[in-house]
Each structure stands twice: as structure tokens, then as C-alpha cells.
């Protein structure tokens, strides 16, 4: 698995980017959205349970992200018709301000190293990278467990901080002197 200090491999994919007859897609690549931050978080398949809730949540949280430039793209291995049907059967689902990704060849799934060895579905794995493509945080879960969306901020509020952060330590607490 990539970890912290590792790049971001290089991918192009196509994503659903909204619900607008004959704009739904877009093709994406690792270089899309230069300069931000990006939030990089995958799921194990569209149409099952805990799923949607963190999708939904990175989408009722997207303006905190915006708010510090920094760009989220979901993903998983559906295809992204799957992706735009889900969407459009969801309610939660249906106003997502972020892209969905298509790994539908488990190209980024497997260079990322998150691919569930029996299952073949990418474990519920979080990734933040910096602007540079630089991986600065790396988070999986089981399949099972929902990851914490006010975490994956928090994580990010520290890292752009470019300061020594404490336990617990949230936006607007004193980071640590040497």
C-alpha cells in the first residue's frame, strides 16, 4: 500500500460529475485540479449500505473542503454508469458536488494498494495529498466501518498548518513550539 511520502500514482479515469443530461462524465487524471489539495477517498462497491453514508457525508461537508482548497474525488471500481444510476436512484446521492471516479480496471485501486485480497473491491481507504501530488495521509478501514469525515478535515487542518499539531489538536488550537 502507498503511504505518507509516497506520490500520488498517475491515473485518468471517467468520473460522473453531475446529473445534467449529456454532462454527466468527464474524464479525470491525477493531474486534474492543479494547485489543491486533493481528498482521495474510495469504497468497496455502489448499491450496498455503509457506502452511501460517508458519500453522502463527504458531500454534505464539501463546502468545508472547498474552504480549504482542497478538491474530493471519490472512487470506486463500479463503472461510471453504475456511478450515474446510484446517483440517480439515492436521494442522498443525487446533488453530490463531487466527481466519482470510474477504476473500473482497478488500475488506481491496485497502485494505491488498496484492493481487498478476496473480495476484490478497494477497501474503505482515504488518502490526502498535497498539492505538489505528495501523499500526506493515508486512513483504511475494513469493509465493514464507516470512515469519520470531521477526521479526514481535521487531518487536513493540521497538515496545512505545516506545524507541529498535539493529540486532538483542531483548527484554531495553538500548535506546538520547539
Known sequence: MLTVGDR????????????????????????????????LFLWPMDFTFVCPTEIAEFGRRY?????????????????HFVHLAWRKDHPDLRALPFPMLADTKRELSQALGVLHQQDGVPLR???????TGVIRHVSVNDLSVGRNVEEVLRVL??????????????????????
Open 8 to 39: 500520488l500514482p498517475e491515473f485518468k479515469l471517467n468520473a460522473v460529475v453531475g446529473l445534467e443530461k449529456g454532462k454527466e462524465f468527464a474524464e479525470l487524471t491525477h493531474e486534474s485540479f492543479p494547485g489543491a489539495w486533493k481528498v
Open 63 to 79: 463546502g468545508d473542503f472547498r474552504d480549504r482548497e482542497a478538491q474530493v474525488l471519490g472512487a470506486s471500481t463500479d463503472t
Open 125 to 131: 481507504a482515504t488518502f490526502i495529498v498535497d498539492p
Open 157 to 178: 487542518d493540521a497538515l496545512q498548518t505545516d506545524e507541529l499539531c498535539p493529540c486532538n489538536w483542531k483548527k484554531g488550537d495553538a500548535t506546538l513550539e520547539v
